[in-house]
């Protein structure tokens, strides 16, 4: 096999599979979510049955498996995470992103490394521990080393009450020794989007530069894990091809990391096309999900692949957002800004953000929200920080065990968070949480946390098992 060959995203296959579930009758939808329930993921064919769902009973049964896997794989904790947007400087011209190359109505900007650190430690004196780092696809005069320095100066800031304990990135595909390079920079996930696996909609929707190659693209991933980085964020952009092509073509990528390195992606994410400075095509996707399907995507993918995490980011509204977190998702962005130098300088510029956002709201505020509808917010760094990745995490998470890490560690960072950052409403809120699932716990986890917590209590920070 080449380096970049893509041949298992096989478009006949995903036609013929959706051809032939086109009228599932209510037997087989219960024998797809009997078997969805047992949590082994779901085949092709399978997913196809699910797709096709409308009926408003059925629609609620689909929901209700999906609410009682996220339950039982992931508990009640939703990480938390902030983008930090380094750069809007791009060589590409990709018809939906505010960035592209030609867009003139915006303004370019690269942070340097000041304006970074700067950046930086406004998110932590939000309470934010985990970021995402995110840039165009051009890079200032260092070339790819202002990447790796960026990193380097996110891990370097402390302020008041911390630090950043893991850095993702967002970044444009890169060779395998650059890949070898990153791995070095001790990033946490590498996340990249293929944004439409439908080959056509690629070609029409990337217009120019490095982008327009989908092989490169559909490739990167594989690169990523032959040089080492075993913590992989997978998606797709929805709006620009049918989603349920989308879907299909997805798991076909997933199978495909799995049957060639043992371990397929950490996480999926959902993003839907958002209206975007100086672009028609994000303001009427040619393909627009409904809320509903929305939902559906959501719930389809925590059965199919139960024990990948979804990221639902604040593209979405609080509403979307709220319903989605019962059918599955399990890590969250907070307080988001899209524009280079946002967080710091306080503003939320249009004129410089890639996508406008569904949700606005404050870190604070977000937290008190997702604690008053009984999930709590962690900002675990657990896994990463112990070397918990990839195969070693996928060994931990398929027999349930993962739950008795990340159920302590969420209540830990969660209390830290409370006591350092929180405002007095977040803290009554939160602290009932904290009681409540004590209360529901089973008792060996229940033990850990009890642990971890009164070392949080005691003063102690960063306490995590
Ligand atoms: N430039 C790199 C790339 O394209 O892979 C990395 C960063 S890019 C800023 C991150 C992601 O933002 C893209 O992969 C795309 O899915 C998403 N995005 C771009 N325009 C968007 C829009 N109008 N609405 C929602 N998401 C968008
Ligand atoms: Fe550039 Fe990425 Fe935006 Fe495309 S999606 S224009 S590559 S920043």
């Known amino acids: 096999m080449s380096n970049t060959d893509s041949s298992y995203i096989n478009e006949d296959l995903i036609a013929q599979t959706l051809a032939t579930a086109a009228k599932p009758d209510s037997a087989l939808i219960n024998d797809v979510l009997s078997k969805a329930a047992e949590l082994k993921g779901l085949e092709s064919s399978e997913i ?14 689909l929901f209700e498996t999906a609410r009682k896997a996220k ?15 380094i750069s809007n400087l791009c060589a590409n011209e990709c018809l939906y992103c505010a960035f592209r190359a030609s867009n003139t109505e915006i303004k370019r900007r690269a942070l340097n490394q000041e304006e970074i650190a700067a950046e930086t430690k406004s998110l932590i004196d939000q309470g934010h521990k985990r970021l995402l780092l995110v840039a165009g696809e051009s890079y200032p005069k260092e070339g790819l080393d202002y990447i790796f320095k960026s990193i380097e100066t996110v891990y370097s800031v402390k302020s008041e009450h911390g630090e950043i304990r893991r850095v993702n990135v967002n970044l444009a595909p890169l060779t395998l020794d650059e890949f070898k390079a990153l791995k070095k920079t001790n990033i946490g996930t590498y996340q990249i989007f293929q944004e439409t696996y439908h080959r056509e909609t690629y070609a029409k929707v990337h217009l120019r530069g490095k982008k327009r190659d989908y092989d490169w693209r559909v490739s990167s991933l594989d690169r990523a894990m032959q040089a080492g980085i075993d913590d992989l964020g997978i998606g797709v952009l929805f709006g620009l091809a049918d989603w349920r092509f989308e879907i299909l073509a997805l798991m076909q990528h997933i199978k495909h990391l799995e049957d060639t390195f043992g371990v397929g992606p950490h996480t999926v994410s959902v993003p839907r096309l958002e209206p975007a400075c100086g672009s028609d095509i994000a303001s009427q996707p040619p393909f627009p999900v409904s809320d509903v399907d929305f939902r559906k995507i959501v719930a389809i993918l925590r059965l199919a692949v139960p024990y990948t995490g979804i990221i639902m980011s604040t593209r979405e509204t609080a509403d979307i957002r709220r319903e989605t977190f019962a059918l599955g998702v399990s890590q969250i962005s907070a307080g988001s800004k899209t524009n280079p130098g946002g967080y710091a300088e306080g503003e939320d510029k249009f004129d410089a953000a890639q996508f406008s956002l569904g949700d606005h709201r404050p870190l604070d505020e977000v937290i008190r929200d997702v604690a008053s509808l009984g999930y709590v917010p962690s900002f675990c760094t657990g896994c990463y920080r112990l070397g918990r990745t990839g195969q070693d995490f996928m060994d931990l998470a398929k027999p349930g065990e993962i739950k008795k890490h990340c159920g302590p560690n969420a209540l830990s960072t969660f209390m830290e968070y ?12 939160g602290q009932q949480l904290i009681d409540k699932t004590l209360e529901t716990m089973e008792p060996e986890p229940k033990r850990r946390s009890e642990i971890l917590l009164d070392q949080v209590k005691n003063g102690g920070s960063d306490a995590y098992c």
């Open 418 to 429: 409370l006591r350092d950052y929180a405002s007095e409403p977040t803290k009554v809120i």
């Open 71 to 85: 339950d039982e794989i992931y508990g009640n904790r939703l990480v938390v995470f902030a983008p930090l947007y």
């Open 48 to 61: 196809a049955v699910l797709m096709n769902i409308s009926d408003p009973d059925q629609l609620s049964q």
